[in-house]
């Protein structure tokens, strides 16, 4: 099962929650070749995760495996900085460029868990917080989801199969 997610906060004219369902199905779909059923409500509050009764009740007899769901934040914000200049030693009256740099910034915090169909306890429970920075100030926020829930996958998929982890090193002079 892959229930609704718990919207915390989300920009606006972007609908979080099917973009999520949308992408974690197809994802798991491909992953373990079995149909991903998306009937099931999440709930109100984010305590009533950790409620095994919760999840008992809602599903039907024939009790999936696995349940993934969590709550979510999408935010979008714009921040704004002065460029600094070399001193000259007169001011040019009519600057050619814009001494204010605008960069948008897009943060995703997911929290997922993975829950036991039989018991209705979590097996899984993971906070992920991924932030994405662009120097175009009017970047869509779907642009961006992609980006930041490929992440998230990565990570998620790395934990729960196991396998190697791909790591990136810098060299600094």
Known sequence: YL???LIIKAVEEFDINHE???Y???EIEKKIK???STDFKAPEKEDRFKEPEF???GLKDDAPGLILTGSVEYVSEVRKA???TDKQRFE???PSESRLSERRFYILNIHLYLIDGETGQPIYDRKFKETKTDKN???TAYFAFFELIQRVRDKLFLEIKGGDRVQQRYLIK
Do not use: A, E, S, Y
Request: hydrophobic share 45%; net charge positive; aromatic share 20%.
């Open 20 to 22: 999520l369902l949308d």
């Open 92 to 94: 040019v009256p009519f």
């Open 137 to 139: 100030p009017n970047q």
């Open 82 to 84: 002065l460029i600094g």
């Open 3 to 5: 229930p609704d997610f």
């Open 55 to 57: 999840w008992k009740r």
């Open 34 to 36: 079995k149909t991903v």
């Open 24 to 26: 974690f199905t197809f």
